[in-house]
């Protein structure tokens, strides 16, 4: 099976160096993820299936935190060995990045289809802070 991983860092990097030569990455955040990670072991169809118990995430730009990495796997790849991180806690982060303050008294005007007040990172945002203030 051939890997896209080449390609893949050649764009990403391609992107981000250009934002930065333009000074739009200081205004921008790249949010690099998928929807599940990937087992750690190939399947008998020589694949990978969805795995939810932990991906990779690349996060970057606007007031994010450069050349950090938060969190680890255990060796095998199973499972979260330090920092997990949920989706809410992760879209505070994002929010933080782009210099919006995601707590619901900030936010409370955001309302979903029905008119009810819709916390865009939940009810209690914990952002990163190793990665944003």
């Not at 160096?17 to 000074?23: F, S």
């Not at 450069?66 to 991180?85: E, K, L, R």
Request: glycine letters at 12%; charged letters at 25%; proline letters at 6%.
């Amino acid at each position: 099976m051939k890997t896209r991983q080449p390609e893949l860092d050649k764009g990403m990097g391609a992107l981000t160096r250009d934002l930065a030569d333009r000074g739009k990455l200081k205004d921008t955040v790249i949010v690099w993820m998928g929807d599940f990670g990937r087992t750690p072991k190939i399947n008998q169809n020589a694949g990978r299936d969805h795995w939810p118990r932990c991906w990779s995430v690349v996060v970057g730009g606007g007031n994010i935190k450069g050349g950090q990495v938060f969190g680890s796997t255990n060796a095998d790849g199973t499972d979260i060995a330090t920092n997990p991180v949920d989706v809410l806690n992760l879209y505070a982060t994002i929010y933080r990045g782009l210099g919006i303050d995601p707590t619901p008294q900030q936010v409370a005007d955001v309302r979903d289809n029905l008119g009810r007040p819709y916390y865009i990172a939940g009810d209690k945002p914990k952002w990163i802070t190793d990665l944003v203030s």
